[in-house]
């Protein structure tokens, strides 16, 4: 219920903001609800949503992105990789190395075969558009950077944060004629 009011908000501005075609909104529900499932089949409790237009002036020339932020208080991605004993056997673990393997590898908690292929798709639906998808869990941060971003993609030995933050940033299409 909450995906789909924010998801009809949401559309409304692609459209508007970032000259979208309304039937390619598709995708964005998608990986909104993606996202916040993420919440509840990982977190084990509640979480936060917010979609928000900005104006880049700086970054992109005065183009308009939108900003998907989801965020959680639960059990954050090194423990849900753990409670599936789905940790890549290696020397070396922490909580970079647990969201490199999630965000950027595809690993998932679960051992079936098609489970776990949320971020991947929220991934594909990031690059499709040159957005920026950033997530943040435990100590670490990962971060998948357009062209148009001078981010870093791995910050290390950040404050704890029990949870996720995943941010996802579509700035506006271009016309092939501007």
Not at 48 to 70: C, D, E, H, S, T
Not at 116 to 145: D, N
Request: proline content about 3%; hydrophobic content about 40%.
């Amino acid at each position: 219920e909450v995906v789909g009011r924010i998801q009809q908000k949401s559309s409304a501005i692609l459209v508007k903001e970032l000259n979208i075609d309304a039937k390619a909104t598709m995708g964005f529900a998608m990986t909104l609800s993606e996202a916040c499932q993420n919440i509840v089949e990982h977190a084990g409790r509640g979480g936060w949503v917010m979609v928000q237009a900005y104006n880049y002036r700086r970054r992109l020339g005065g183009r308009f992105v939108v900003v998907i932020a989801v965020c959680d208080a639960g059990v954050g991605f090194r423990s849900s990789l753990e409670s599936g004993q789905r940790r890549p056997l290696s020397d070396r673990w922490d909580d970079a190395v647990a969201l490199e393997a999630a965000v950027v590898n595809g690993v998932s908690r679960y051992g079936d075969a098609g489970r776990g292929q949320g971020l991947k798709g929220i991934r594909g639906y990031v690059h499709r558009w040159e957005g920026k998808l950033s997530v943040r869990s435990g100590t670490a941060r990962i971060a998948l950077i357009p062209n148009w971003d001078d981010d870093v993609p791995r910050r290390e030995n950040l404050a704890y944060f029990p949870g996720a933050q995943l941010q996802i940033t579509i700035p506006e299409k271009v016309s092939a004629a501007a």
